[in-house]
């Protein structure tokens, strides 16, 4: 396991070495750290998973048993926080997702909201 750190001070090296994780330090943003992660990863698999993310026991066991017909996979996230902003952001996911089905949804080169529609 490998988690890249931009030198927070909520413990998460200590966190992260207890568990025997590799530590890589990273000075940028969210790009970069995945950047960094992905460059030094040796294993068949990679998951991208920000702080934030609580997955379910069975995540990485059900993923790696769907990647033989698919070549990535996307977690989907749904916060169970009640406040205001988890609510926004849940609701936020929903609109994009409905969209989905429609032919001017998604490109996957200018990203999943398409202005003027």
């Given at each position: 396991?490998?988690?890249?750190?931009?030198?927070?001070?909520d413990?998460?090296?200590?966190?992260?070495?207890?568990?025997?994780?590799?530590?890589?330090?990273?000075?940028?943003?969210?790009?970069?750290?995945?950047y960094?992660?992905?460059?030094?990863?040796?294993?068949?698999?990679?998951?991208?998973?920000?702080?934030?993310?609580?997955?379910?026991?069975?995540?990485?066991?059900?993923?790696?048993?769907?990647m033989?017909?698919y070549?990535?996979?996307?977690?989907?996230?749904?916060?169970?926080?009640?406040?205001?902003?988890?609510k926004?952001?849940?609701?936020?996911?929903?609109v994009i997702?409905?969209?989905?089905d429609?032919?001017y949804?998604?490109?996957?080169?200018?990203?999943?909201?398409?202005?003027?529609?």
């Amino acid at each position: 396991m490998i988690v890249v750190d931009s030198y927070s001070k909520d413990k998460t090296r200590d966190i992260a070495l207890s568990f025997g994780a590799r530590v890589i330090d990273c000075r940028g943003k969210l790009l970069e750290a995945r950047y960094l992660g992905l460059k030094e990863s040796k294993g068949d698999y990679v998951a991208l998973i920000d702080t934030d993310q609580v997955l379910k026991p069975d995540t990485i066991e059900k993923a790696v048993g769907l990647m033989d017909k698919y070549d990535m996979l996307v977690f989907e996230e749904k916060s169970y926080n009640n406040w205001l902003i988890p609510k926004l952001y849940s609701a936020s996911k929903e609109v994009i997702n409905r969209r989905f089905d429609q032919s001017y949804a998604f490109d996957p080169i200018k990203g999943g909201i398409q202005r003027g529609f």
